[in-house]
């Protein structure tokens, strides 16, 4: 029973697919960024491409074998200092190895949890995102609705008497969720 129940939570559960319809929520919005930024490369392209043609290949090299020269002595001081304040014990050894350990589980723990916050702030944003699509759906609906089929009642009627319209009803079964149950087929019997 355990199995079924279990089966059952994981496929009726709607978050993936909140973090879904999030996710996708979130790209559009990124999206719609692309062509400011596609303006500014072509606003600035030209300058950036000139300053490269302007550069003497000469200058750029000297830079650079300056800047490994220096990165190179960097790393040898860093390699020294820690040769040099390596301790030959090894019980320390052991202990270091032991708190390096435990501080990795740590921080994959840390990083799961802040996994799982992000999953469900994106599944939460999907969530409202999918409201805001049913929403907005039903509204359009209702108002196709009234627009092809306007009350045919005098507005005089009292409230008790007035007949639900099918916009009125529709709009309850727009905004239902949850899982839907399947329809049952009749069986043909067999032929003779």
Do not use: C
């Amino acid at each position: 029973m355990a199995i079924t129940d279990d089966l059952r939570k994981t496929l009726t559960d709607p978050t993936p697919l909140y973090f879904a319809a999030g996710t996708a929520d979130l790209a559009v919005q990124q999206a719609k960024k692309v062509p400011a930024l596609l303006e500014q490369l072509r606003a600035e392209a030209p300058s950036r491409i000139e300053a490269v043609r302007n550069t003497d290949p000469k200058a750029v090299q000297e830079k650079v074998s300056v800047q490994a020269k220096e990165a190179q002595a960097t790393v040898q001081a860093k390699v020294t200092e820690v040769l040099g304040t390596f301790d030959a014990d090894l019980k320390k050894l052991g202990e270091s190895a032991q708190d390096l350990a435990l501080r990795s589980v740590g921080v994959a723990a840390e990083y799961a949890v802040k996994a799982r916050e992000a999953y469900e702030k994106v599944a939460e944003h999907g969530e409202q995102t999918v409201k805001t699509w049913r929403g907005e759906a039903a509204e359009e609906i209702n108002e196709i609705a009234v627009a092809v089929e306007p009350d045919p009642e005098p507005k005089a009627a009292k409230p008790a008497e007035a007949k639900p319209t099918p916009v009125a009803a529709a709009a309850p079964a727009a905004k239902k969720s949850g899982p839907r149950k399947p329809v049952a087929k009749k069986a043909t019997p067999p032929a003779k």
